[in-house]
């Protein structure tokens, strides 16, 4: 994929005297867009190695400054000390995360280790430390005044470096900070190898009849996906999930089992092996972990979160797992019917799961495939996700084709509040392409702070099939739920109003997704659904059974939705909790940890495979979610309570949608999170409503 052409673009000065680098001051574009057909890796490496000296430069004057430390001299003379840095970084990721190239893919492999050696050496700067601590001390004795946002960032970063190793003694510093580079550099390593375990594993098919099932859309995309890998006949891509869209729609049992085994191989074994990193990396996070004075890695990562330990996650996945597997295999049974009816005598496999669930909810005229007729891509962004966002906070979205975005299929909306006042821009990356890591995600481009004056500038970037040549861009149904909590992401972004630009994306990961997972309640509204869900070429809207049936708060198929997920995070907290003694030494083993881990948790049901196995499993072992899946789990409790309070209180209306946004979603982390949830939903969250969401009951239980 190539940038954008440059006309129109001049690049500017920067304040390290470089009179071509984009990167070294901020961008003259509306909302400080960054100048992407402008910046090369070049451009990239010199604003980053230039900004850690710059930040670096500006630590050392804190640190040393000789009069009392203050807000303004401390505090907020750190959240300015890496706005290069930060800048660079900010335009770098999204650009590398969406659309890698081999030069960024280089940069990130070398600067990795290098990130992680510098944010070491402010967090483990004793200088620092004292002078923190010294200003926490001169607000304790009531020698300043301190209000919540101040007195929240100097609490998380005191708490931040002693958990990290400030206190360590020189020998165990000097370990951690090799441990530390070390994971950074394979924590890249592997999200880099497992977008190429993906691509690699996609099926091709060189017999038509093979596809029958497959619509007329998903063929044209296969050819073409052919055609651009130099092949003849269809290519079938994969994504990023154990389960395979496709799974769902062809009737040929044979290429479905060619599917499957082919998605849940990635990565054990063959070019893209991944077990001997993940293999090091679990070692090395459990060594820190203990050289930290934790138990396990799990331990260590919970006591930065909401759950706070490792036993409060256990207890969360230990009450779910037993009623998600009941459920699970009832829907087996209906399934094992329908297979039968097909191939008598044959037993439920993986690759059959989702076939004859999209039979089964065919029955109730609820066929995946015909579904997607429904659900094209422009009309449920703006007449469904845009749409809902202006009915709950009054916002609105307007297009900005002079904001190009980091390639020419982003496009970028202004947003506005309904007085016609800018908060921010959206950047929408909606198609898959080779060069896109897996899976869906919302990143920061620009940090929204009242310190610095900045508006929010993000990405809501997905992985639907794009559409072949002349074709409607058609969505599944999971597709649109994605789109939906993807841009709740978005929202709790664009709606940020923080101080400071480090607590606009610093929000624990087992409260992150929450109000994601609430945004997802109002695909289903019917007044939104009768205005998004139309037929593409008829008009038509979806007809009433299957709107019904897919609003339905017992939906079906949630037993296996849910047990796979749960079976996920299970395998997650096994990998991070295992003493060092039980985890693999020998990539042979890495297979056999995983059965034994599944088996003991009581999810090893192998119709149903975790949704993601070991070897594909980039949240963990890539991205940021390591011993810290459960996080969705989690932030499921508080989207079921919230989504009770919402029902309660007149749904998708601006009165419910003003509180949600002012008391949940504006304070972002400037403030403890779960204080933030407790102010707006006056008490604590009840587990009790995702039990009743997912068809299990449990009164009076807390969460």
């Not at 510098?118 to 620092?128: G, S, T, V």
């Not at 708490?159 to 990290?164: F, G, K, L, Q, V």
């Not at 820190?288 to 990562?301: I, K, P």
Request: with cysteine.
């Amino acid at each position: 994929m190539t940038f954008l052409a440059g006309a129109g673009h001049v690049r500017q000065s920067g304040s390290m005297g470089n009179v071509t680098n984009p990167l070294l001051s901020w961008s003259p574009l509306p909302f400080h867009m960054p100048q992407f057909p402008d910046i090369t890796d070049a451009d990239f490496r010199e604003a980053f190695r230039g900004g850690m000296a710059e930040q670096l430069a500006a630590l050392d004057a804190i640190a040393s400054d000789p009069t009392p430390p203050t807000m303004a001299n401390t505090l907020h003379a750190l959240e300015r000390s890496n706005a290069t840095l930060s800048r660079a970084l900010n335009a770098f990721w999204v650009a590398k995360s969406a659309d890698a190239t081999p030069g960024r893919n280089s940069l990130a492999q070398e600067f990795a280790p290098l990130l992680a050696t510098h944010q070491d050496a402010i967090r483990l700067d004793p200088r620092l430390h004292r002078r923190l601590t010294r200003l926490r001390a001169r607000v304790t004795s009531g020698e300043l005044p301190i209000d919540e946002q101040d007195a929240h960032l100097l609490d998380q970063l005191i708490r931040a470096a002693e958990r990290d190793g400030i206190h360590l003694p020189p020998g165990d510093q000097a370990r951690l900070r090799r441990i530390n580079a070390d994971l950074a550099r394979l924590a890249e390593e592997l999200e880099q190898q497992m977008t190429a375990c993906r691509n690699a594993a996609a099926v091709h098919v060189t017999v038509e009849e093979e596809l029958d099932g497959l619509g007329t859309e998903e063929r044209a995309a296969a050819r073409q996906a052919a055609l651009e890998a130099g092949l003849d006949g269809w290519l079938l891509n994969l994504v990023n999930t154990t389960g395979q869209p496709a799974l769902s729609l062809l009737t040929n049992r044979g290429l479905r089992e060619r599917i499957h085994r082919g998605s849940v191989a990635r990565g054990l074994g063959g070019p893209n092996d991944v077990r001997r990193l993940i293999i090091e990396t679990v070692a090395l996070r459990s060594e820190r972990a203990r050289l930290l004075g934790f138990e396990h890695h799990a331990a260590y990562v919970a006591s930065d979160l909401c759950a706070g330990t490792t036993r409060a996650v256990n207890d969360l996945l230990q009450r779910v797992a037993p009623g998600v597997r009941m459920i699970a295999e009832r829907e087996a049974e209906e399934l094992q019917a329908l297979l039968e009816s097909d191939h008598p005598g044959a037993r439920l496999e993986p690759w059959d799961w989702q076939f004859y669930a999209a039979r089964a909810a065919a029955a109730q005229d609820v066929d995946p495939e015909s579904l997607r007729e429904y659900f094209e891509f422009g009309r449920v962004l703006e007449q469904g996700v845009f749409a809902a966002a202006t009915a709950l906070y009054g916002v609105t979205f307007h297009p900005r084709p002079d904001l190009h975005g980091y390639t020419e299929e982003a496009i970028t909306y202004e947003v506005r509040e309904a007085d016609g006042t800018p908060i921010g821009a959206v950047v929408i990356d909606a198609f898959t392409r080779d060069t896109k890591q897996g899976g869906a995600w919302m990143t920061s481009i620009v940090d929204q702070s009242t310190l610095t004056g900045h508006l929010p500038v993000v990405s809501c970037t997905c992985n639907f099939p794009g559409p072949a040549p002349g074709s409607p861009s058609l969505l599944t149904w999971d597709d649109v739920i994605t789109l939906f909590h993807e841009f709740g992401h978005d929202l709790h972004g664009l709606f940020s109003d923080v101080r400071y630009p480090s607590r606009f994306g610093s929000i624990p990961s087992d409260f992150v997704e929450f109000p994601s997972q609430v945004n997802e309640i109002w695909a289903r509204h019917p007044d939104l659904l009768g205005r998004y869900a139309l037929h593409h070429a008829t008009g038509e809207p979806l007809p009433a059974r299957a709107a019904r049936a897919i609003t339905s708060a017992n939906r079906q198929g949630i037993g296996y939705d849910m047990f796979e997920t749960v079976a996920a995070q299970l395998l997650d907290q096994a990998w991070h909790q295992s003493p060092p003694e039980d985890l693999p030494t020998d990539m042979e083993d890495v297979e056999r940890f995983e059965q034994a881990a599944l088996e003991a948790a009581g999810v090893l049901f192998p119709p149903i495979p975790p949704r993601y196995r070991s070897g594909y499993f980039a949240h963990i072992f890539g991205g940021g979610y390591s011993a810290a899946y459960y996080s969705y789990l989690w932030s499921e409790v508080m989207d079921a309570d919230t989504v009770a309070w919402f029902e309660a209180g007149g749904g998708l209306c601006r009165e419910t949608g003003e509180r949600f946004r002012r008391k949940l979603l504006a304070p972002g982390a400037s403030v403890d999170p779960m204080e933030s949830y407790r102010r707006f939903r006056r008490s604590d969250p009840d587990v009790v409503h995702l039990f009743r969401r997912i068809g299990l009951e449990e009164p009076g239980a807390d969460a």
